[in-house]
């Protein structure tokens, strides 16, 4: 065996092992969301003190489990665990754990039925509906993929993208973008529509699921109780001016506290990273940054206000102050800094606010020094 020969054999061998990893922690958490989504349905239907909680349960389990550390358990995902209980009860099948089985063995067997799916379009109920996938192919998908078909309520629709995702191998990228691109509609009224699949299938050649990206999924991270590393997401000149920014606010002295780097937001199955993100005891409010290597967009500050918007929402606690967005643009002719100041309706607020936070020229003047730097250790090639 030469020398190259034993370099491609543990390369191959290490391939292998990720590969079945990435599969491994995917199946283990759409196995855990399916069976919260049965414990769920189970108290629904059984619970003696489920009328207390009414339409309210949801949310209760959500704040009682984030406080018990259990993560991704939001009241949204909360639905969809119980919806993909509900749209695949043939799950049930591939649990072997004794110590799943017996939790399982606790909730009654009205659990794992074996009636069709739930339909909720009227218009299919009546109808035939298709056969349901096998366990083992339910759990061939990710739950990034599941997510995507359980907001299907066309069961027939939702078999087509199960059936196509399964014999293409799509990523959830290609999956997204055939939705997007209404393939099942457009096979539908196509009087050729093996073309139209044909073509779409063509399109996903040579670009097999990456199986990095399976483990860098958001979803297996925040299963795993893995953190999410900021610099897969960042180009070197973003980091290098972070870095910066976080050290000169932490310099200040002023009440700023370091929170987050890259701080996920996840909305429907979309998920966004607010830059930095501190917290200013004096002011008792965030402060959220977000940073562009570029010069300002109309579309930015519209990025910002939903930051902020769901920073009121999702994360704000009692006795905080609204956020305060903190909007950084370059490009290599200007620079522009712009406070976003959402809902200080409060003048005297406000003006502690513009006294605690830095003064934009401040801003402005750190950016235009930090980049010149980088530049002249990172000289690009002149145009030709």
């Not at 590969?19 to 189970?42: C, Q």
């Not at 067997?109 to 379009?121: I, W």
């Not at 893995?226 to 920014?245: F, G, I, K, N, Q």
């Not at 890259?262 to 501190?278: A, C, K, M, P, S």
Request: aromatic share 8%; hydrophobic share 40%.
């Amino acid at each position: 065996m030469d020398y190259k020969a034993l370099l491609d054999g543990i390369a191959q061998a290490h391939g292998q092992t990720l590969a079945s990893v990435a599969r491994t922690v995917n199946r283990a958490l759409v196995i855990r969301n399916w069976l919260i989504g049965a414990h769920i349905v189970e108290f629904e239907q059984h619970g003696d003190d489920r009328a207390a909680y009414g339409t309210g349960l949801l949310k209760r389990v959500a704040r009682d489990l984030a406080t018990a550390g259990v993560p991704g358990c939001g009241v949204r995902m909360l639905e969809r665990m119980r919806t993909c209980y509900l749209t695949y009860p043939q799950v049930a099948a591939a649990i072997s754990s004794p110590a799943v089985t017996k939790s399982l063995n606790q909730l009654e067997v009205s659990a794992f039925r074996k009636s069709s799916p739930v339909v909720t379009n009227s218009k299919v109920a009546s109808g035939r509906l298709p056969s349901p996938l096998g366990h083992e192919l339910v759990l061939s998908l990710s739950w990034t993929h599941l997510i995507d078909l359980l907001g299907m309520d066309d069961p027939w629709k939702r078999a087509f993208y199960e059936n196509e995702c399964i014999k293409g191998g799509w990523s959830k990228r290609q999956l997204q973008r055939q939705i997007a691109s209404l393939l099942y509609e457009r096979t539908g009224l196509s009087t050729d529509k093996h073309a139209v699949i044909e073509r779409a299938r063509q399109q996903a050649v040579g670009t097999p699921p990456d199986i990095a990206s399976l483990i860098r999924d958001p979803y297996v991270l925040e299963f795993a109780g893995l953190a999410e590393r900021p610099h897969y997401l960042e180009s070197d000149l973003e980091r290098a001016l972070l870095d910066h920014v976080q050290h000169f606010l932490l310099e200040l002295g002023t009440g700023f506290c370091f929170e987050a780097r890259q701080r996920r937001i996840t909305v429907g199955n979309e998920h966004d990273r607010i830059d930095l993100v501190f917290y200013h005891r004096i002011l008792r409010c965030h402060l959220l940054i977000d940073l562009k290597v570029r010069a300002f967009q109309h579309t930015d500050a519209g990025q910002m206000n939903f930051y902020l918007n769901y920073w009121k929402d999702q994360v704000m606690a009692d006795g905080d102050n609204t956020p305060v967005g903190l909007l950084l643009c370059t490009d290599k002719d200007s620079t522009k800094v712009e406070y976003a100041i959402a809902g200080l309706d409060h003048q005297l607020f406000v003006s502690r606010y513009q006294v605690a936070l830095p003064k934009p020229e401040e801003l402005e003047r750190l950016i235009e020094e930090d980049r010149a730097a980088w530049e002249q250790r990172h000289p690009q090639p002149n145009a030709s």
